[in-house]
């Protein structure tokens, strides 16, 4: 059975953003602060820290998660993507960051990041969703600048440029 | 907000777990999604001399329709609850208060047991059981196996029948009874957010039951049979003062009660219309 004794260190080997990575913690040591502090990822945000602001939201194989609300050490041989996952070969911003650019979706971009990798996963399992459902997952993420109707219409219409992409016929 | 020092342990089986409680009883505390035991934990409202995170048991992540039941396994996340096909059909109260239950972004890490576990008094799931009646499934290494109704094991705020060297395997929540009407309503400042006050009712030829939660120190359940319809708001008026709920930030007890009269009476009157 893995176990670490309160002051010791334990070497974490994971998949970051699709490469092999590793670093040591603690057990206290939260997922966030890992990512910042040991890997070097500033772009996951910390907010509250316990799991009501979103802004540190990413995807543990594939489900999105609070990383202030995971510890380093369970991310042991597990997936975790950030929002440099969304990134294509060329360093481009995908289809959901380019939306969110272009309908003023963010103004600090300090809850962005979170955001971008829950509408990712959400997107994923419901292709097709209303505004209330969006909505519905926007509730989950704390945005003091944008009133988040500028997210609302990114995802809407990435929604839109999807479903009519998947209906060209081959 | 940074949780204090603890030991880790990561059982792969069922047996390693009840093991290590056995041998460590008052100083573990059990992890599964941690969505309201990490948020203590960084407050410093608990700290744990040892965690043991039980997410690679994967013999407990489960969901498993029986004849009266639906049992769901301890490391189940209220995602996949949500996500499975015949929640609506098997328990549709279930199936309503989930999406209340967080955020799609904690429902992808909170479970079910854990929740049912945590036993928070506005809590959705721990309502959900009061009113259907359901169990929990206790187990320990010394005692085996035992089987608690929902009423003896939730005791009040945060306070649970459970032994230290005991864990919540399993829940189990029984299925739609035919002619029976549910609903669920609850007040809160954002979906998703904790609720100042949440019912659920369910209505059948035998009667009218409704829970409440967030008012007192645990999901609190009130039967009527043959109850007239002119005698509902004064039935539910006894029923919010018998309640006691006391002010908070969120609300006062005036308010409160005036959830429970109103709430009430909408979810008795949706469970009705449901059972058509």
Redesign the interface.
Known sequence: MPQVTSDGRTLINFILNGKPASGQAEPRMLLSDFLRQVAGLTEVHVGCEHGICGACTLRIDGEPARSCLTFAVQIEGRRVDTVQSLLGPRGELNDLQAAFRKHHSLQCGYCTTGILMSATAFLEKNPNPGEEEIRDMLSGHICRCTGYVGMVRAIKEVVASRSAKSKVPA | ????????????SLE?ALD?LARHSEDVRILAG??SL??MM??RLVQP?K?M?I?AIKSLDYIRAERDTVEVGATTTQ?KLLEWPQLASTVPLVAMAL?HV?????R??GTVCGSVAHSDPVSELPLCLAVLGGSVILSSKKTGSREVSAADFQLGLLLTARRYDEMVTAVRFPVRQPGTGYAFQEMAE???DLAVCAVAAKVSDRGIRLGVGGVAEKPTVRDWNDLPDSGLDEALNAFAWDLEGSDDIHGSAVYRRQLVRRLGRRAIMEARECRK
Do not use: C, I
């Open positions: 907000m940074k949780p204090y020092k603890f030991e880790y342990f990561r059982p792969a390693e290590l941690g969505q990490v948020p960084n407050f001399k965690l995170d997410t995602a999406p967080g955020h799609f972004q904690t992808s890490r954002r979906k998703g």
